[in-house]
């Protein structure tokens, strides 16, 4: 759409002082092709945008500008994205201007995705520049996604494969498959033999068979023959549905620190060489809790590839192999 179907910004800042002296709930629609979009009193002397939606989103913001709230409606929901100071139209009209442009050709399908890529924005514009992730930190997230690709191509994870990633929300393994297998996925150099195992739980299965999953990948020079993580994600997030699951991918970026709007990582390429997969089970090389003494914990070792080999599988199953754990 062009700006001049979205009303100025002087319209915002004036609409959001004569609506500060209405009832909340008082608002005024705002143009969009195929949303309705409305810019209202919330109360509380605050402001913000309204927009309607068929099904319930998920959303959250650490922009200290605005916050996103969810409600129920009788023929839906509603995203309202209201100011979170009161009084702060000066600030925040640029930004409610912003979203309503981008907004304005959005449909039902592409409404959160916008909502985010401008709270992404205006978090980068104005937030403190937050430092790239260490060389290390980069290979093993992409180590995760390139396996999060591979379950998301055989469909292991059925109708939800971005919940079965949990590495990121802090569980002891990388990714749990409902009804398959737990995956504990391991990134390390091309030529390297060892594999470091951070503590006693990463190896260890309780309730489900458990896989190791060995990503072998380097940062190259040339980036012609490697690939960007931001080049990884959007791969990602083209095989995704339109159900919510681009919104929580990228919360769980968040949450590993990966700052997909940072343009400096499109100049870092990493290049995979393989991934190897191997069933974590009896006589497998590994420490678990009940191999330590009362009084230890957090036991850092490494393990070498090639005693692994007895239990490498040419990839992931569709169904958990064994039950020998």
């Not at 605005?66 to 930004?95: I, K, T, Y």
């Not at 006693?200 to 012609?224: F, T």
Request: aromatic share 8%; net charge negative.
């Amino acid at each position: 759409m062009n700006d001049f179907e979205t009303p100025p910004l002087d319209w915002f800042v004036v609409q959001a002082e004569e609506l500060r002296s209405k009832s909340a709930g008082v608002g005024k629609r705002v143009h969009a092709e195929f949303l309705d979009l409305r810019f209202q009193n919330f109360g509380s002397n605050r402001v913000g945008l309204r927009i309607a939606l068929d099904t319930r989103p998920r959303i959250a913001t650490t922009l200290q500008l605005v916050r996103c709230d969810v409600r129920r409606v009788s023929d839906g929901w509603v995203l309202d994205v209201v100011e979170r100071e009161q009084g702060a139209s000066e600030q925040a009209a640029p930004f409610f201007r912003d979203l309503a442009r981008r907004l304005g050709q959005a449909n039902q399908e592409t409404a959160l995705v916008h909502v985010e890529s401008t709270l992404g924005a205006w978090r980068t514009a104005f937030a403190a520049r937050r430092d790239l992730l260490s060389d290390e930190e980069m290979i093993g997230l992409f180590g995760e996604l390139e396996v999060l690709g591979v379950i998301l191509d055989r469909g292991l994870a059925g109708s939800e494969p971005i919940p079965s990633w949990t590495g990121p929300g802090g569980s002891d393994h990388d990714f749990t498959l409902p009804g398959l297998y737990q995956i504990e996925c391991k990134a390390t150099a091309p030529h390297s033999e060892k594999l470091h195992i951070s503590n006693e739980d990463q190896l260890e299965s309780k309730d489900m068979s458990l896989y190791l999953a060995c990503v072998r990948a380097a940062i190259v020079q040339d980036a012609r023959s490697g690939t960007t993580l931001p080049e990884v994600v959007h791969q990602i997030e083209s095989k995704l549905r339109d159900d919510g699951s681009v919104q929580l991918f990228h919360q769980k970026l968040d949450a590993v620190h990966f700052d997909r709007l940072d343009r400096r990582y499109e100049d870092v390429a990493i290049e995979l060489t393989s991934i190897d997969y191997y069933e974590v089970r009896d006589g497998a090389p590994r420490i678990v809790p009940g191999d330590l003494h009362a009084g230890v914990s957090r036991v850092k070792y490494q393990i070498r590839t090639n005693d692994l080999a007895p239990y490498k599988v040419p990839e992931l199953p569709h169904a958990s192999i064994s039950k020998r754990m």
